[in-house]
C-alpha cells in the first residue's frame, strides 16, 4: 500500500520548474567547497509532527486528513512505519528523530509500553536496513504524561525520578539497536512555577544525576553515542532550567558534562528566548557545543513556538555560515522540528512542506558558501577589529600588558577616534547576495 501515491521520488528539476513535487534547488549531489549539498545539510524528519500531530490548536478540533489510522493503537503504530519510511524514501532524506511515544502506544504500564517500543523498533530496523536510512537521534518523552506534572528528574516524586531513569535506559537501548549517532534530552518540565517551594539547586543536582547515570550506562553497553541537551524557554515551565545556550552551557560545565554534552538547538526556541537562532548556533559554537539543530521557524507577531516550517532565506543563510564555521553539524544534523499549518491538511502537504524547507535551506546553503568564499564577514571583522593585529593592541591579545603599563599607554593616547560599522551599508550589501 501507498501512503503517498500521488508522489513519486521528488528529484532536483532546477529553479524554474513548476512541478510543486520537485526541489528547485535541493541537488543532494551538487558540491560546495568539498562536500555534496546532502553531506553539508545532513536532513532529518522529525517523527512527532510529522506523524503523529492532528492540526488541533487550543481553539479547534484536529483537521489534518491522515490514511493510517488503525483498529487499535498499536497497528496504527504500524502502519506509521510504513508510512513515515515511504516519505523519507521519496524525499530521499537521510536521518530520522523520535520520542518513545510517538513510535508507540504506551499501553497501560510501564512493561506494555517497552513491549510496545519493541515491537515498532523491530520494524523500524527492517526498514532502515531496507532503505539505508540513518536514526540521527531519539529522546523520551518525559513532559505529556500527568506523572511529570512536578518535572522529570527534577521532580520533588523519587518515584518519578526511577521513572524517568527507566525511560532512558529503554531509549539508549533503543539508541543502540537502531545505530542512533546520537540521544537527545529535552527537559520540557525541567524548571519551576514558584520558588517558595522549590529547592532549586537540589533539582539541578537531580537532574545532573540522571544524565550522568545516562554517560555511564551508554558506556557500560558500549554504545558510543553524542549526548546533546536542548534548550527551550517558557514552554511548558514558567522558569526553565535550560533556558539557552548559555543558560544550558552554564549547567554543563558547572556539573562535568562538557566531554559527553553539546547543544541540539531549535530556531522558534531562540525565538521564545528573545534571542536570534545565530545568537544561539554562536554561542555553541564559542564553547566548541554546537551539536545538532531542529529546523522551524516561528512567527514574530505570536509568542508561543508554532513549529513552522522554515522559508525565510535570511534565517537559513547565516544559520548555514554558523554551520560553516563550524567545520559542518556531523554528527548531528537538520532535522525538520516543524509541522504543517492547520490548513494544510492534506496527506501531500507533508511532502510539499518539507520541499519547501529542504529547498530553502539549500539555498541558504549556496549563499552561505558564497559569503564565505568571498570572504564577506571576514573582512569585516579583521576591519573592525584591526587595531589588535598590531601595536598595543596585539600585545595585550599577546598578554603582554597589565594595568600599568595600558595606563601609561592611555596616559599618552587619550584622543580616542574610533570609526563607525556603516551598518545599514553592510546589511545591503548582504541582501545582495540574498538576491
Known sequence: MSYFPEVNKVKFEGSKSTNPFAFRHYNPEEVLMGKTMKEH????????????????????????IRTWGGATPLETAKNRVEAFFELLVKLDVEFFCFHDIDIAPEGN?????????????????????ETGIKLLWNTANMFS???????????????????????VKKGIDISKKLGGEN?????????YESLLNTDMKFEQD???????????????????????????????????????????????????????????????????????????????????SLGSIDANQGDMLLGWDTDEFPTNL??????????LENGGIAPGGINFDAK??????EMKDLVLAHIAGMDTFARGLKTAVKLKEDRFFDELKEKRYASYSKGIGEKIVKDQENLESLTAYAMSHDKIVNESDHLEYVKSRLNDYLV
Not at 535570511?314 to 554551520?323: A, N, P, R, S
Not at 504543517?340 to 491538511?345: D, E, K, Y
Open 206 to 288: 537531580n537532574i545532573a544525576r540522571l544524565f550522568k547515570m545516562a554517560i555511564a550506562y551508554a558506556d557500560k553497553i558500549g554504545h558510543k553515542v553524542q549526548f546533546l541537551l536542548e534548550p527551550k524557554p517558557k514552554e511548558p515551565s514558567k522558569h526553565q532550567y535550560d533556558f539557552d545556550a548559555a543558560t544550558t552551557m552554564a549547567f554543563i560545565q558547572k556539573y562535568g558534562l562538557a566531554n559527553h554534552f553539546k547543544l541540539n538547538l531549535e530556531a522558534n526556541h531562540a525565538t521564545l528566548a528573545g534571542h536570534t537562532f545565530e545568537h544561539e548556533l554562536n554561542v555553541a559554537r564559542c564553547y566548541n
Open 314 to 323: 535570511y534565517d537559513t543563510t547565516v544559520t548555514m555560515v554558523e554551520i
Open 183 to 191: 540521544y537527545v534530552f529535552w527537559g520540557g518540565r525541567e524548571g
Open 145 to 167: 504524561n500527568p506523572r511529570y506534572v512536578h518535572g522529570a528528574a527534577s521532580s520533588c516524586n523519587a518515584d518519578v525520578f526511577a521513572y524517568s531513569a527507566a525511560q
Open 340 to 345: 504543517v499549518r492547520r490548513s494544510s491538511f
Open 41 to 64: 545539510l545532513r536532513f532529518g524528519i522529525a517523527y512527532w509532527h510529522t506523524m503523529t500531530q492532528d492540526g488541533s490548536d487550543p481553539f479547534g478540533q484536529p483537521t489534518n
Open 109 to 129: 504500564s510501564l512493561e506494555e509500553f517497552f513491549q510496545n517500543i519493541d515491537t515498532i523498533t523491530d520494524l523500524i530496523k527492517i526498514k532502515m536496513e
